[in-house]
């Protein structure tokens, strides 16, 4: 049962869920030296938020430019954080 006018919402979820599972996920995964388990994103109708902890201002780039790269990504909100080298010993 298709409820009138929902096509259009439920294609724009599809179009993100794609993007969130597949598409940023494997470039995320490619980024030299990015440790994946501490970066987090959402995906809201192509637009991206990225949250996280990038060790350098290098992987933090890297990380947004593997994201914006993505097909149907139309923007990119970065917000990561650093970690002192000492954190990883904990």
């Known amino acids: 049962m298709e409820i009138r006018g929902t ?3 439920i294609n724009e979820q599809l179009a ?3 993007i969130r ?3 940023v996920t494997t470039p995320l995964k490619e980024v030299p030296g990015a440790a994946v388990n ?3 994103y959402t995906v809201d109708n192509g637009n991206v938020a990225v949250w996280g902890v990038a060790d350098s201002d290098f992987e933090e780039n ?3 430019v593997a994201v914006e ?3 149907g990504v ?3 909100d970065i917000h990561m954080g650093r ?3 000492w954190a990883y010993g904990i």
Do not use: E, H, K, M
Request: hydrophobic share 45%.
């Open 74 to 76: 139309r923007s990119v």
């Open 16 to 18: 993100n869920l794609q």
């Open 21 to 23: 599972r597949v598409n």
């Open 83 to 85: 970690l002192p080298a």
């Open 7 to 9: 096509g259009r919402l």
């Open 62 to 64: 890297a990380i947004r």
């Open 69 to 71: 790269n993505v097909s």
């Open 38 to 40: 501490l970066v987090n």
